[in-house]
Every structure is written in structure tokens, then in C-alpha cells.
């Protein structure tokens, strides 16, 4: 039997599910295909969502029409701004979900949205005709049609998972892996290698002494992801806990070490160096007499917490005993071990910035077969490779149209362009630091970047934009009231006082209070009347968030003017397009690794080849001066 479809999307982790749902919700006849419709959106290490600079990618997935921030809010059991003792350049949310009800959350979602269609079953090879894809074949010997297809097989293309020296097959625990298609796809030219992650135990919170363990409670204000006007954290909130490995905790594992596949030579991929094991912590820093630990529940209403900081492939037994040594551990028990998993991935330099294969054509890649970790990585690929699949499916035949972000928009652009750039030699995750437009790049303002992005392509809807409108028109209505207002030294002395800050001698604009790092909008308004009714203008419902924005944007605006100047600055390399002008192999002036290299990426623009490690800025030149530039 033959199906057909605009867009098939092989696997249903974070990357597939927003893959499936942009290409659904811009109008493609959409397919989603999973191993199993009861692991949705599996959160396959930690409970939680976020982090440092992977809670900027969750808004900037919201602000495009993504899903994922919207289901973490309604499925949160903690939430907290990490990095608020910095500058908000570097605020990042961050979030516990309850694990099952994440899940059910994203397969009630999908099953509801037009247009999307799901199937359950393993994608076996892929359907090629002329160097394009046209279709996947299933283990059940169905053939589905499509004009695009985006494969986010994650971890399962040939996953082995190691526990001491039990080996055992799957993508994940007690799921099988996938066979068959990185054979495929080398045979049709690709770079395939394999990487290593891993997971820590699960422990049963009935065995653990609280008492012994510093509590981590969540914060309660109006901070969440989604810039929808939507209520969060409507389930009981619950805090994590903190601890620290011991000497003797240590004395265990470095016992261990001989039957620890990472160092025995069981494993020889390359694992996530922000990530290590607990085994590799002991290693690498031998003089740390403690590492911390967090311990994190894993739903609303459960006794399982994942312990944060304590991965591992050490067999059980060394599992156990090195738990065993902390005192909140002694009487331990535990749903499960430890465990690494091996799995493929393909270079990522072999895709454009919409994610598509050069190899073969409207054949997309997204997640963690790039060679990425990180939920909030691989879903914010696996949007940009939705969307793009679904161009692709309606181009008009006056050249494809795509949907790229730079690295000036948005840190999913930053992240995709490292990849394909730059490619990867370890598990890549992303980091406030790999961003050079961070102050441009705040969480805060993720839907002003983005949003009117996605609603001229036609996925972030009408109420959306609107609410994005009301946004914008507030803002610029109270900034414009702070340049314009004056104050008087007996109107404001008292606060400026009590706040630390040196009184006025003379009145001034509202603005020069407010640049004070001490000063807040809600110290002022207690001082001003008519400032405390322009505040509330602002509708109750998004009035901190918007309060919160006109701060940064006032306290910042010089920042963030000499990053946008720097910005557009470089931006004028990414209009130089240089890809199909140059035969590299005749440009001797060139060195040789730069030719290797630019051969090998065979980059869009000036800018993406001169951020190619090995190229040099005189290699550069050297390009420009071809171009008569």
C-alpha cells in the first residue's frame, strides 16, 4: 500500500514533534511517524526544560509558534530564572515538568492539530528518485510518499546502551534501536560517526533522608516561557534538592574505573564535555573532594527523582555502593541504573542553513543526528527543519523559498550556523558564550525578534501578533513618558535614599533615574503618581513582563545600540553570497587547509566562510579582492 504527504517526519523526540507541528500548522498534509505513540516527546534524561541559554531557544521557539514553552508552563512543577545575580543578557529560565504529563500533553496536542496525521512503526530506508527523497519505507513494509522528509531519529540509529559490561541494543531503555538507515544514507554519500551520552540513575524518593539534603524551592512570580497570554504552573509545585558526592562516594567509583566502559575501552565515541559522567568528574578534576548534586523530581505526583550530576555506565553494583556513601543515600532504592548510550550521527557541515542535506535533496535533518544534546537543541532544529520542509513542499518554481535566522536573531540561529559551519567533534550544546550578540539575543525580548517572523510566514497566528502589538504599542508609549517626564528633588529624594543612590541636587528626566542600577520603575511609582498611572496601562495580565522589558531596554539601550552597530556591521558580509562563484581548487593565493576546507563547506556567504575554523582573515581578503570588492 502507497500513502502520500507533503512533509513525513520520522520520529516524535522534541525535534520531530515541532517539526511536525510547523509543518502542519503552515498547511502541509503532514506525517509523523514513531516508534511508540506512548513516548511522545520523552523527556529521556532530566525532567526539566531550560537552562542557561537553552531557556532563550524554548522563547524563541514560542515566539516563532512553537510548542514547547507552551507545554512546559502547563506541565511545570518548578520554575526558576537561573543567573539573575548577572546582567539580563545572561537570565535564563528554566523548568521542571512532570515527566508523563509533558508527554501527554505534546500526544493530546498532536493528535488535535490539522492537518497532522500519526503513524506508529519504524522507518527502515528511505524512498530516492534522482537524488531526491520521495518517501520511507516501514519495518511493516509500507511505503508513505511525501515531497519532503525530515529525519529525527535522536539517539536510536544504532543505539547500544552500556551498563558495566551489559551491552544491550536500543535507542533507549527498553526501546529498540534503529538498523538499516545510516547504512543507507552512507551509501548515498553522507559522513556518519558515532557519539555517547548518558543518563543518571532514578531514585525512589521513599529511601531518601530529606533532612540530610538542602532544599531548592521554585520561584512564584510572573516568569514563564510562553508569551501567550495563557495561565502556568497549575500543578502542585515541588522543589529539588541539593547534596555533594564524598571521599568515600569517590573511593567506590575510582574502584570501579577498571569496569567503566568509558575507560576500559568498551566505548570509543566521544561523549558531552558539559555533561561528563561522575566517573569522568573523578578523573578529570582527581583533586575535587565533592561534586554537587541535584536531586529532581520527576512529576507532580511521584516518588521517582533523577539525580542531576551523577550520569554513569559503571555496572550496578558500583551504582549502588557509591550512592551508598552519602548519608541521605544509605538506605537507597533505586528504579533503575545508570547508563551510556552509544549512537550515529552525520556531520553537519553536510547541511545548508535550512537544514536540508546537500546530498540528497529535500531530505532534512534535525536533533541530536547533527550531533547536538539537549532538548531544547534539538526542538529548536527540528522547527526551522518544519518549516522549511514545508516551503519546500510549495516553492512556486521561482526558486525555492527557505526560512534561515542569523546569528544576530536568534541563538537558534547561532546554533544551526555552528553546526553547519563549523561542524561538531563532541556532543554540541549551546552557551550564552558561543553567542556574540547576546545583549541583542535576551530572553525578554524573544517575541519582538521573532514574531512578526513567523506571522508574515503564517505560523505564529492572528491573537499571537496581536498580543505582540499591544506589547510593542505599551513599551514605546512608557519609554517615550520616561524621556519625556521631569522630576523634582522633593518628589523623588526619599526613594533614591532608601535605595542607596546618591538624592538630586537638581530636577532631571525620569530617564536619567531609571539608568541607575539601584532605581526600579516600582520604587519610582511609589514617589510619582502620574508615572504609577502610565504603569498601568499596561494590561494585568502581562503588566510585570512588560514593566520588566522597558527597564532592560531603558538601563541597556547603550549596550544594546553598540551590539546592534557591530551587528549590522557584519552583517554586510552575510549579503556577499559566494556559493557557485568560486573554484577554490584555482585559487592558489589561497592556503591549503583554506581550500580544503571551503570546498568541503562550500559556504553561502563571505561572513559564514570567514567564522570556518582555518580560515584566516587574509584568506579572506583574498576572496573579497576576487570579488572586486
Known sequence: MKFSYDVIVVGAGHAGCEAAAAAAGLGSRTLLITLDMNRIAQMSCNPAVGGIAKGQIVREIDALGGYMGMLTDRTAIQFRMLNRSKGPAMWSPRAQSDRAKFSAAWRHLLEHLPNLFLWQDMVTGLLIDSGAVCGVRTAMNVEFRAKSVVLTNGTFLNGLLHIGSVQLSGGRMA?????????????????????????????DGRSVRFEELTEQPGENDFRKFSYLDTVSRTLTQRSCWMLYTNEACHAV???????????????????????????????????????????????????????NGFSSSLPLSVQLRALQQMPAFRDIQIYRPGYAIEYDFFDPTQLFHTLETKC????????????????????????????????????????????????????????????VTKGVDE??????????????????????RLTE??????????????????????????????????????????????????????????????????ITLQCLSEQLPALSAEMDKAPLSRRDEILEAVEIAIKYSGYIRRERQIADKINRLENISIRGKFDYDTVPSLSTEARQKLNRINPETIAQASRIPGISPSDINILLVLLGR
Do not use: W
Open 175 to 203: 526501546e529498540p534501536a534503529v538498523s538499516g538507515l545510516t547504512g543507507q544514507l552512507v551509501s548515498l554519500g553522507f559522513r556518519a560517526g558515532r557519539m555517547k551520552t548518558g543518563t543518571p540513575v532514578r531514585i
Open 253 to 307: 567509583l575510582r574502584e570501579g574505573l577498571p569496569e567503566s566502559p568509558l575507560y576500559n575501552g568498551q566505548i570509543q565515541s566521544i561523549g558531552p564535555r558539559y555533561c561528563p559522567s561522575i566517573e569522568t568528574k573523578i578523573v578529570t578534576f582527581a583533586d575535587r573532594t565533592q561534586h554537587q548534586l541535584f536531586l529532581e523530581p520527576e512529576g507532580e505526583d511521584t516518588q521517582e527523582y533523577y539525580l
Open 360 to 419: 540528497v535533496r529535500h531530505l532534512f535533518f534535525a536533533g541530536q543526528m547533527n550531533g547536538t544534546t539537549g532538548y531544547e537543541e534539538a526542538a529548536g532544529q527540528g522547527l526551522i527543519a518544519g518549516i522549511n520542509a514545508h516551503l519546500h513542499c510549495h516553492a512556486d518554481g521561482a526558486g525555492e523559498p527557505s526560512f534561515v535566522l542569523g546569528r544576530d536573531e536568534a541563538y537558534i540561529g547561532v546554533l544551526i550556523d555552528d553546526l
Open 453 to 518: 517572523k513567523s506571522y508574515r510566514l503564517g505560523l505564529a497566528d492572528a491573537h499571537r501578533h496581536g498580543l505582540l502589538q499591544e506589547k510593542r504599542q505599551t513599551l514605546d508609549a512608557l519609554v517615550a513618558f520616561i524621556e519625556s517626564y521631569s522630576v523634582k528633588p522633593s518628589q523623588v529624594n526619599d526613594a533614591l535614599i532608601r535605595s542607596g543612590t546618591a538624592p538630586l541636587a537638581h530636577g532631571c528626566k525620569l530617564i536619567d533615574l531609571l539608568v541607575r542600577p539601584q
Open 427 to 448: 556532543p554540541y550544546r549551546m552557551f550564552t558564550s558561543r553567542a556574540e550578540y547576546r545583549i541583542l539575543l535576551r530572553q525578554d525580548d524573544a517575541d519582538m
